[in-house]
Each structure stands twice: as structure tokens, then as C-alpha cells.
């Protein structure tokens, strides 16, 4: 399973194959359909993962960052660039069952 800043710790010689490597991981982000879009992935996502910030390339906004803030088994806040208004981030709050309980949105 892929760990919180794993990406830090790669070599640039060796990134192509983490990349290959953590597409295989069900917990890693890669775009709509993703198990972080529903709440029984969320909750998966939560209970498996300790507590801790990950980071994972937002497939809709190359550059960008998506961060997951989780706290294991008790939520996670989702952080990522706005799909409404790109100059703002999108913070989304989700509880343990992986429903969303609060939406706020900060300056990018």
C-alpha cells in the first residue's frame, strides 16, 4: 500500500516506475470513478490508511496537487483546485462513513 509522501522519496530515475506501481494500489487517485468519489470508497480509503496527508497528481488540472487529510477511522478532508472556479481550492470534508459534511473554498 501506497504511504503518505512515498512521492518525496522516489528518484527522478525511478518515477515512472512508482507511477506504474501505484496505479495498482485501489487506494491510489487516478481521475472520475476514482474510489475517493464515493462514500463507501471514502470510508475504505479512511479506515485503511493511518493518519496523514497524501498527495497525488490531480488528473483534471496538471501541476496540481489533490490532497487527502485523513484521520484514521474518524474522516478526511479532500483538498483540491475548484472544477467551478480553477483560481479557488475546493476543501470538502467527509466523516468516517465517507459522507460529506462541509464544503468551504480558500484562494488558490
Known amino acids: ?3 503518505p509522501n512515498d512521492v518525496d522519496k522516489v528518484e527522478n530515475e525511478d518515477w515512472e516506475e512508482f507511477k506504474k506501481r501505484a496505479m ?4 491510489y487517485y487516478s481521475g472520475s470513478g476514482d474510489m475517493l468519489d464515493t462514500a463507501e470508497g471514502r470510508a475504505k480509503f479512511c479506515r485503511l490508511n493511518e493518519s496523514g496527508l497524501f ?6 488540472y496538471p501541476n496540481y496537487n489533490i ?3 485523513n484521520n484514521k477511522g474518524e474522516g478526511m478532508v479532500v483538498k ?9 481550492m475546493e476543501d470538502v470534508e467527509f466523516n468516517a462513513d465517507g459522507v460529506e459534511i462541509s464544503k468551504s473554498f480558500e484562494p488558490a
Not at 495498482?24 to 487506494?27: A, G, K, M, R
Open 1 to 3: 500500500m501506497i504511504q
Open 67 to 69: 490532497y487527502v487529510f
Open 80 to 88: 483540491r483546485r475548484s472544477r467551478v472556479d480553477p483560481t479557488l
Open 24 to 27: 495498482q494500489d485501489e487506494l
Open 55 to 60: 498527495r497525488k497528481p490531480d488528473p483534471v
